[in-house]
């Protein structure tokens, strides 16, 4: 099967998750991916916690293999004279250098763009930073829940009313997301490169694609610079546009705004009564009466279970989703139909299951193409790819200026 980018050759350097989970989505698109990594590995190898599972996977780092399925690895030393020289050769021949260093470590190590470009006049450069690659914090390292959630204002903007308190997101939400905006990047300055034969540089950061995320609140707040206005349940707008919990503790969350919404809400909720409430006659009023609308509806929905509510809601034609736990989500009929969970073949450990990249086009197979490489698994076959032979790579190896899996 043709896959549509198995003829682009990407030359990635980076660590943990967000521009590795980049180039993971190229390999699903069918891109060869090399993996440039320390001679100890990626930092984020072996850190996060392994699946709670007995037997054969026991220990295996499974959110590793997310951002890291489909490459190639080879262990270099980039401090060093011939690791450098290595990079430059493998970029000869690549269509797509990623990294997430910041501009003081392209430069230092040889990768800034221009330095490449004396390398591939028509190489794709991309770069994923905290907060950008110039300004006065350019220098600033960043993760996702400092760059991501906590400087773009999201994290404020998510608590629960004035007083709530700052939340906590979930691993690699901001790294992903920013993932995906590098992916387009890249799939735009291919085509770039392709059309004027000139090499492209492509940057995004943790900090401008969260704001993003938020333009629709940014479209207000960029002009006002007003604060915005953090609202608890019961303080929201409309009350069929809230959250609310069922009998069993599981939450229901409904997203209907308009004022026609109202009485099949009522209805589905045995609350008819409150139509006749002159109180309630229109947005504003139930706005003005929202704290003692949200525990009436509380009230009503403790009558059953989020699941028994369900085809209820259906009937009723409301817009709403239940509030599952991942652990749920991960048997949805739903997310089994769209194939949200792949299968991945390991060749040693067998087959597990894991995330799909969010995007599908019809007829062509966009899955995880293996699993993630040991460190330096393939340092030996990518040097030779370059033109090594095995008494050089048998040097570079003794030299300590690359590394290879041991057999």
Request: glycine content about 10%.
């Amino acid at each position: 099967m043709t896959l549509p980018l198995d003829d682009i050759c990407v030359v990635e350097i980076d660590s943990w998750m967000a521009a590795p989970s980049a180039a993971a989505i190229l390999s699903d698109l069918g891109a060869d991916v090399i993996k440039i990594e320390p001679l100890t590995g990626d930092p984020m190898r072996n850190t996060t916690r392994p699946a709670k599972i007995n037997g054969a996977f026991k220990g295996y780092d499974f959110q590793f293999d997310v951002d890291n399925r489909g490459k190639r690895s080879i262990a270099i030393d980039l401090g060093s004279g011939p690791g450098r020289d290595i990079v430059h050769r493998l970029c000869e021949s690549a269509d797509v250098f990623l990294c997430n260093l910041l501009q003081r470590r392209q430069e230092k190590f040889g990768l800034a763009p221009e330095q490449l470009f004396a390398t591939n006049s028509k190489l794709v450069h991309a770069t994923l930073t905290g907060y950008g690659t110039v300004g006065p914090e350019a220098w600033r390292p960043g993760y996702d829940v400092t760059a991501f959630f906590g400087r773009s204002g999201l994290y404020d903007s998510m608590r629960d009313g004035a007083e709530g308190q700052v939340p906590m997101a979930r691993p690699a939400q901001g790294d992903h997301t920013t993932g995906l905006a590098l992916v387009s990047g890249i799939l735009a300055a291919l085509r770039l490169a392709e059309r004027t034969g000139k090499g492209q540089v492509i940057e995004t950061s943790l900090f401008e694609t969260a704001a993003w995320t938020l333009a629709t609140d940014y479209g207000v707040t960029a002009v006002d610079r007003a604060p915005v206005r953090r609202r608890s349940r019961q303080q929201q707008i409309v009350a069929t546009a809230n959250r609310y919990p069922c009998a069993d503790g599981n939450w229901v969350v409904f997203n209907m705004p308009e004022a026609s919404a109202w009485p099949r809400f009522c209805a589905a909720l045995g609350l008819d009564h409150l139509l006749d409430d002159d109180r309630l006659q229109d947005i504003k009023g139930r706005f003005d009466n929202m704290a003692e609308l949200v525990g009436t509806v509380d009230a009503a929905l403790a009558a059953k279970s989020r699941d028994d509510w369900g085809p209820i809601f259906d009937e009723h034609r409301l817009i709403w989703g239940p509030v599952l736990g991942l652990h749920e989500v991960t048997g949805d009929p739903q997310a089994e139909a769209i194939g949200l969970f792949p299968t991945i073949e390991h060749d040693e450990l067998g087959e597990y299951r894991t995330v799909r990249a969010p995007m599908r086009i019809r007829d062509v197979d966009i899955s995880p193409q293996h699993s993630s490489p040991q460190v330096g698994e393939h340092t030996r076959s990518v040097l030779a790819g370059a033109g090594f032979d095995d008494a050089m790579i048998d040097q570079l190896v003794a030299d300590g200026h690359v590394a290879e899996q041991e057999a």
